[in-house]
């Protein structure tokens, strides 16, 4: 596998160009420079863009029905019309006061546009989609094993141990030393390891702890906020409260995020070098399990925060819950969380791309390379004849070193985990990430070809580790989606209300089944609105979204039967939806072939060559040792003959008489 | 593999007798003798006998806790307890009459005995044995392989046609003769096969209704059957009608499970044939796949109607639902209809296996071989001294034909169902496959040593396609375990009243809470009951097990809260269970290895040799040649030389002058 001066440049021209990216990538050649890992990691990345295409064309498409059809939406038409005028109790203690349903007119508009039919069927699409990809992955793998000529390549040979692990056995031998009698072999055993695994495990609870912690921590800034804002006395402040509020939040999430991911990173390193791995195989698996641990965790909590949690802890008025002193838990929008939902996912995917690609992959190399560049000026000479008296490997060493794969891999599956997960609340992850995947493989190539100093060629079959988080990912996504579907969204409980309670089977009348009834005379004192009559018209009794006993019933404000009949319903199309996609998942799984049918046949094909080439070859041997007899029998001169070589004597059947 | 003469002699004594039931398998004489197919079948029924072992033993465990607790379980006591007099609506029309709660104590008490906590907790056992058994029964066969030596051995060797499909293409490239030019290879496409694959569809749809229709008619039989007896005047017969009733109609689905799988199996080998698979693999595998479907709904339709559909299609009094003409549909016996379940698993699996065993095993084939004696004996001369002049195989000849592996198989898997579909209802069912398997291999044994002619020895891998059925099986059996625990047992109703409806967090009052209270003036016409009075007190009120409104609330007789409540519970419960038994199951999947430890070492150190082997070799082969060649040199007679053997010629490099 010689090296032509010119692979380099020829990659900077097909592969490192913003101008090739409808291309393939030329992955035989990036093969060929960089090793097979290095070539696995880009195959990959092509699969997955590829295969993101029809996934973000759907959700357009999902996207746009869901544009088109907002306007025939009865629920948010009913929200949207004056005419029934829906007095909605405060959202908040004594500032806020009672606010027309009208006014949530836009957000269940909006909201509208993520919550429709569409996207049930999208999230079973993609769930199909993901199998598909493993599938499709599997099968290139399984290809390029065959054109790089892997297959007979085994995972044993690299796995010698590191110096770190040998220093341990050493010490812990050289500790031994007078206990035990010598020759026996010492080994790290479980129970050395012990200590390491337990810091480990403490310090990765208190990490996501910390996660949790930050993302209250944001909660408890939104609710706040919100309170201050209700307080000013700027009509304008309070106009676009909502939209300044989750904006804002979203963005500190993200900033928290990113910063918090390169913590995470690093505890993770210090982790697991701690647990001294054996070898670096090892080292490196275990490294990226606590990552992935980590970085997932701290990626998915806030969106998790919001998709399931966000709104339902809220209590009811008269009894509402109360965190951190007089702290009220924040309530959705009228129109379900999905909207915010959306919002946050937006945020985080977009700008996690943008500043990740931007600032860490192409600002910090390019100031590292100057500030290199820098040093290496201060010795007197300029540095254009510098330069070019240098040879190219020499110039090379001003480039940055190679930190591995993991954190282009890493990206990735938290991308493809955006992509999955909650899908169903967001049809548009699938084209931010094909976007933003057809800008990072040549970014990647870039940096590769002309930031990275040239890695040193590694063999691998597979990308290990991360198909198997790939496949966990997608089961998990199943569930999750099922989830978002039955209970972020307000699918089940239209379903519901157009099968059970409408008098005449359509949607009209929902909104007003959705909200109960409260008796303004049953505020706690103190909470009650500050300015009751803010909307010109003495308020007895206000609305609030949920299904509980209407007020003068033997059980007021208890959940209704209603709540019990959703309840239900959501749950049992929760056990539907995972059941139905996940045998949908394994059908497709069965129906296509590991391995494609050509290259199946091919190795066929060779096994057979092989075996046939060998037995010419025998016989080939043992005719040449008759040879060899015959001549010992003819021929005077005295020969060594055959004897002195290391194989078995002619068998006297085989005599020849001349 | 040369065959000593005594090698049967060896397994007839070593294997085929009862005496060494409690003795390992000579698998490897077996398959020396059989071939790997039979010896792989006989491995895995002792590894599937083996892991049963721990389940029986954990299943009767199981059991005993039940027949422990039973006297201080709460609610069988309150039923049982004769002071609160509870009166229960009748339970047919007219015929019946009210009857005290009491007189369903017998059936509560033996109904705890399956419906208790401990039952969950085997579920999961059985869920994760299932996983277990799956592993072992991997590694085990990875071991065989090892061991006779089939690593290397691919699945390609035997596929040559069946001559029934190149009769067919015969056939079609004839009729294509005149249109299409010659030389292009004729072949069976889809479209080809599309009216069989018609038929098949249809045949198959129609059976399974046909299933159907059976179970109904028991269904039937049973109500009818009922009925009758109620209005029959003895009082002997009234008092036993509920067991009377169940076991007959058990026996009676018995036999025709029992009778129909003979039929099914003649169907599928018939549909099979119409498909003209091209290889005698995919015959196989396409004929199981259909005897499979087919014999799982004939032997599970009754088992998943009682346990899923008995007793909750039945309506309520005064409004009952009636099937064909004036039936109505029946209701369960107080506890839940487990108990039913039991019986009807307990006789199946019994019986099943008793008569499937003696009568079509053992019956069926001495039969034949009595049969094909007497024709033989029709010629003149007596048994025996013709017997003594005939030699071994001449004798054999009057043993039966081996019709292969596959009923065995069958029977196995449809048994491994049972044992964990719904172990859930029935802890013992392990225990009873355990017995029949220890006979069934020594019975299977024998069939094959002795009653069978010696099949041809098949080469094979692995146990194929039944793999994936068992896999399939344990997975289907999560979901159904869940539903039996959560819809069939009165576990869930149980936890929800202690901790939210009852006063003191006991069980105390939970019958009283399960029991909806029903205004008699309300019985439609005509289905009020004869003798009001047979209890000697009149009778407004009386009670039915569901949870319905009481009667003059606004909403009477409907579905109340606690009803929509306890239904989400049990939801809710499904999807914790499954999740949670699928992950752990995943968990031990990825924590066993598929290939034993030292195996994989021994492949991996052979692997090495055998490169070392052909280094050493080449070597050799090039010191022979340089051999050559200088004799070539230094003997004068004229020889071919190596030129005339198909080997490279000796580089010019090795010249040696002597």
Redesign the interface.
């Known amino acids: 596998m010689t090296v032509e001066p010119n692979d380099r440049k020829l990659l900077y021209e097909e592969w490192a160009s913003y101008s090739v990216f409808y291309k393939y990538q030329p992955v035989g050649l990036i093969r060929k420079y960089f090793g097979e890992k290095v070539g696995l990691y880009f195959a990959w990345l092509g699969v997955y863009t590829q295969m993101l295409i029809p996934a973000a064309l759907v959700g357009v498409v999902v996207f746009l029905y869901g544009c088109a059809s907002v306007d025939d939406n009865i629920p948010s038409m009913e929200i949207c019309d004056a005419r029934n005028n829906i007095t909605m109790c405060p959202l908040c203690d004594q500032a806020c006061s009672y606010w027309k349903l009208t006014d949530a007119c836009g957000t269940a508009r909006a909201s509208h546009l993520f919550d429709n039919p569409a996207t049930v069927f999208f999230s079973i699409f993609m769930a199909l989609w993901a199998v598909l990809f493993m599938e499709h992955w599997k099968r290139r793998q399984m290809r390029l094993n065959y054109i790089w000529d892997l297959t007979g390549f085994?995972e044993?040979e690299e796995d010698h141990n590191r110096a770190e692990y040998e220093f341990r056995v050493m010490k812990k031998s050289l500790k031994k030393e007078q206990s035990t009698p010598k020759g026996e072999k010492v080994k790290l055993t479980c129970t050395d390891r012990i200590p390491a695994y337990v810091t480990t495990l403490s310090v990765m609870f208190f990490m996501i702890l910390v996660t949790f912690a930050i993302v209250f921590g944001v909660i408890l800034y939104r609710i706040s906020i919100k309170a201050a804002l209700h307080m000013s006395s700027y009509p304008a402040a309070r106009a676009n409260i909502r939209a300044t509020v989750k904006t804002t939040a979203a963005i500190i999430n993200l900033i928290i995020i990113i910063i918090m991911d390169e913590v995470y990173a690093a505890v993770a390193r210090w982790l697991t070098a701690k647990e001294v791995p054996k070898t670096d195989k090892s080292f490196e698996e275990r490294l990226i399990f606590k990552t992935f641990t980590l970085k997932f965790v701290n990626a998915f909590t806030p969106i998790v925060y919001l998709a399931f949690f966000r709104g339902r802890l809220v209590g009811r008025p008269g009894a509402y819950l109360y965190v951190v002193g007089s702290y009220r838990m924040e309530e959705c929008a009228h129109a379900g969380c999905l909207m915010e939902l959306c919002i946050q996912l937006c945020i985080t995917m977009l700008g996690k791309q943008l500043i990740q690609n931007n600032l860490f992959e192409i600002g910090i190399p390019k100031l590292k390379k100057l500030l290199r560049r820098r040093k290496s000026e201060l010795d007197g000479r300029s540095e254009e004849d510098r330069l070019k008296s240098l040879k190219r490997h020499e110039k090379d060493m001003i480039l940055g070193p190679f930190v591995g794969l993991s954190p282009e891999y890493m990206e990735m599956i938290i991308q493809f985990g955006m992509v999955t997960l909650f899908v169903a609340s967001f049809p548009l992850a699938p084209l931010f990430a094909l976007l933003n995947n057809i800008i990072e493989i040549r970014l990647d190539a870039k940096k590769f070809v002309t930031e990275l100093r040239r890695p040193i060629a590694a063999k691998a079959r597979d990308i290990g580790i991360w198909y198997n988080l790939l496949r966990g990912l997608s089961k998990v996504a199943v569930?999750v989606n099922a989830f978002v579907i039955s209970f972020t969204s307000d699918f089940i409980p239209r379903l519901v209300y157009q099968y059970m309670y409408s008098p005449d089977g359509s949607m009209h009348g929902f909104v007003n089944h959705t909200l109960s009834y409260f008796n303004v005379a049953d505020f706690q004192p103190g909470t009650a609105p500050l300015s009751p009559n803010n909307l010109g018209y003495p308020v007895q009794v206000c609305r609030y979204k949920d299904y509980r006993e209407p007020p003068g019933s033997s059980t007021q404000y208890e959940l209704?039967?209603e709540f019990?009949?959703i309840?239900?319903a959501r749950?049992?199309f929760?056990?539907v939806f995972?059941?139905v996609v996940m045998l949908m998942s394994d059908f497709v799984d069965w129906l296509i072939p590991d391995i494609p049918k050509d290259i199946s046949l091919q190795i066929?094909k060779e096994?057979i060559l092989v075996v046939e080439l060998f037995m010419?070859e025998e016989?080939?041997?043992r005719?040449?040792l008759r040879?060899?007899h015959?001549?010992d029998n003819?021929?005077?001169?005295p020969?060594?003959?055959?004897d002195?070589?290391?194989?078995p004597r002619p068998r006297p059947l085989s005599h020849s008489h001349c």
């Open positions: 085994g044993e569930i209704s039967k019990w009949a309840l239900a749950l049992a929760v056990i995972q059941n066929h096994k010419k016989q080939g041997r005719l040449a040879e060899n015959h001549q003819c021929c005077t001169s020969s060594p003959g055959p002195s070589l290391p194989q």
